[in-house]
């Protein structure tokens, strides 16, 4: 029992070293601002459960794929991008090139604000700049939900981290007509996106 309650504390504890981190001013490089000649593609590609391959084989060192993933940029072409001063090279992304794969509350003066963190250490406070929206899993009745990481870059909530957050009632609201995802004083409807 008493490792129970330690294990409910050291999440947020975890969450505010994050936070604080993500505040200390280091920041992704403004791939935003670079705009080098497009050099081809890269055989990169981002499989769907968040795994990094090139040329086909798992990337094992996972300070390599954070720093791949700290130069990524979506264009307006819906490709993805590594992107550097110098160079462009296009990746295959088989869904999304983040995966979200855990969430905190941070109180707020609307309420809880939910922050979710990436497997690649990415921070993100869910709000306007940074919505959730939700799309329909192909092959079944489920949604996907995706959050908003920065320019056009997504991050996929994995399915333990989704389950977690739809019986959280302090964020998550079933029972009215169309169900809601709260995060400060944002509403975000649970539906796919499409409709």
């Known amino acids: 029992m008493a490792r129970s309650s330690e ?10 070293a994050l936070l604080r981190a993500a505040a200390s001013g280091k920041r992704n490089p403004p791939v935003e601002q670079w705009n080098p000649e497009l050099c081809g593609a890269i ?30 940029r979506k264009d307006e072409d ?3 991008y590594l992107v550097t001063p110098h160079e462009k090279l296009s990746i295959t992304v088989d869904d999304a090139p983040l995966i979200a794969v855990d969430y905190a509350a941070k109180p707020g003066p609307d309420g809880d604000v939910l922050v979710l963190r990436t497997a690649m250490g990415d921070v993100v406070e869910v709000n306007e700049s940074h919505p959730i ?12 939900p995706y959050v908003l990481v920065r320019g056009r870059i997504e991050a996929l909530l994995n399915r333990a981290t989704t389950m977690a957050l739809v019986n959280d009632e302090r964020f998550v609201d ?5 169900p809601i995802l709260r995060s400060g004083s944002q509403r975000f409807a649970i539906e796919p996106d499409d409709l």
């Open 133 to 144: 929206r939700f799309a329909q899993e192909v092959g079944s009745e489920g949604l996907k």
């Open 43 to 72: 055989d990169i590609r981002i499989a769907a459960d968040g795994t990094w391959h090139h040329e086909g084989r798992p990337i094992r060192r996972p300070r390599l794929a954070k720093l791949f993933s700290s130069v990524l």
């Open 7 to 16: 294990e409910s504390v050291e999440t947020p504890r975890a969450f505010d």
């Open 78 to 80: 819906g490709v993805t």
């Open 174 to 178: 079933l029972t009215s007509q169309t």
